[in-house]
Nanobody, 113 residues
Framework: QAQLEESGGGLVQPGGSLRLSCVAS???????MGWYRQAPGKQRELVAG???????NYADSVKGRFTISRDNAKNTVYLQMNSLKPEDTAVYYC????????WGQGTQVTVSS
């Protein structure tokens, strides 16, 4: 079964930046991929998606601040997060769009002063 491994999270002050990475164990160039997040007490939500052709879309809450990209040669999808806010605090996961298979362990992002 395909595995996903997220990394790059951490503690950052409001206004700061982080770059998340997700490496897939399978060839994923033909699939749309997304970054999802789950904050404490909330449902997991899709925040950014990228098609196999490179088209992107974003949740309103992150539009203009987050950028999703992919490197098919490395089976990797990235999420550049700028101007981070405390409400961005969550565990971040990647998966296909629509969701397929099991989730990775995620990477914790904490935005706090």
């Amino acid at each position: 079964q395909a595995q996903l491994e997220e990394s790059g999270g951490g503690l950052v002050q409001p206004g700061g930046s982080l770059r998340l990475s997700c490496v897939a164990s399978h060839i994923f160039s033909i699939y749309a991929m997304g970054w999802y997040r789950q904050a404490p007490g909330k449902q997991r939500e899709l925040v950014a998606g990228i098609s196999s052709g490179g088209s992107t879309n974003y949740a309103d809450s992150v539009k203009g601040r987050f950028t999703i990209s992919r490197d098919n040669a490395k089976n990797t999808v990235y999420l550049q997060m700028n101007s981070l806010k405390p409400e961005d605090t969550a565990v971040y996961y990647c998966n296909r769009i629509p969701i397929f298979g099991s989730w990775g362990q995620g990477t914790q992002v904490t935005v706090s002063s």
